[in-house]
């Protein structure tokens, strides 16, 4: 079992639509959740981070954290073209004193379409 | 911006050559992360340099090393370059010594081409 595991996708949306983006990891030690857009050929872009149960909401972007299932999600409002890209999720166990070691799914491919 | 430069950008080396690649870290961020992405994965952690010291590694030959410096300023050296090795290497500056409840930024990372 892979440590955070996400679809691969492509998850094909059309523009204005809500893209859904998920993610689960097998350790439950993490402490901090983390979402970051890459685009093709670019580094990874923070867009969120999320620590505690329930939702977290920035702008169009909505992280969803469920400690209990190990499951942690992203909700894209109002998509646009501009939104195609990798979504990358991460996950830190937070050792208090220790590194901060991001484990990094394979990431989910959106596609939004006009 | 992040604040976060990587140089260089692109770099072809031959097989079994040695590389140097380097980082500055975000103005405040004491903590540089090496991360090493191939093709269509995500990043994998390499290791991790707090306050000049190695404070963790992943699952990496020691072939790969480093360095930080009293800037907070890191390199990431590989010896003896093998084929694998070629893929976009990623430095993440952040704030160390908060139990992971910290942001790391990355720098727009150094493509390697080992041939």
């Known amino acids: 079992q892979k440590e955070v595991e996400q679809n691969s996708g492509p998850l094909s949306v059309p523009e204005g639509a809500i893209a859904s983006l998920n993610c689960t990891y097998s350790?439950?030690?993490?402490?901090?959740f983390f979402w970051y857009r890459q685009y093709s050929g670019k580094s990874p872009e923070l867009i969120m981070f999320?620590?505690?149960?329930g939702d977290k909401e920035d702008g169009r972007f909505t992280a969803q954290l469920n400690k209990a299932s190990q499951y942690v999600s992203l909700l894209i409002r109002d998509s646009q073209p501009s939104d195609s890209a990798t979504y990358l999720c991460?996950?830190?166990?937070?050792?208090?004193?220790?590194?901060?070691?991001?484990?990094f799914g394979a990431g989910t491919r959106l596609a939004v379409h006009p | 911006e992040t604040g976060v430069t990587q140089s260089p950008t692109h770099l072809i080396k031959t097989r079994g050559q040695q590389v140097t690649l380097r980082c500055s870290s975000q103005s405040g961020h004491n903590t540089v992360s090496w991360y090493q992405q191939a093709l269509g994965q995500g990043p994998q952690f390499i290791f991790q340099?707090?306050?000049?010291?190695?404070?963790g590694r992943g699952n990496f030959p020691p072939r790969f090393s480093g360095l930080q410096f009293p800037n907070y300023s890191s390199e990431l050296n590989v010896n003896a370059l093998e084929l694998d090795d070629s893929a976009l290497y990623l430095c993440?500056?952040?704030?160390?010594?908060?139990?992971?409840?910290?942001?790391?930024?990355f720098g727009q990372g150094t493509r390697l081409t080992v041939v």
């Open positions: 991460a996950v830190n166990r937070g050792i208090v004193g220790g590194y901060n070691k991001l484990i």
């Open positions: 993440a500056s952040s704030l160390g010594g908060t139990g992971g409840f910290t942001e790391a930024f």
């Open positions: 340099y707090y306050r000049e010291e190695e404070n």
């Open positions: 999320i620590y505690s149960n």
């Open positions: 350790d439950r030690g993490s402490q901090s």
